[in-house]
């Protein structure tokens, strides 16, 4: 079962992508390069949920 960090990390790495892809097409630098860091926030958020799961997983063993 995902965390709410898991969760939001996810939507903000797709939102990311989208922003990323829209700036790409429209010649948009500045949301392209915002669409790269919510993708790169998104990434570090969910890695931060997936330890906080792990660590939950190996307590309640």
Known sequence: MANSDQAAGLGKQVKGAVKDAVGGATNNA????????????????????????????????
């Open 30 to 61: 500045d949301l392209q390069a915002e669409g790269k860091l919510d993708k790169a926030e998104g990434k570090v958020q969910k890695g931060y949920g997936d330890a906080k799961s792990d660590l939950a997983d190996k307590l309640d063993k």
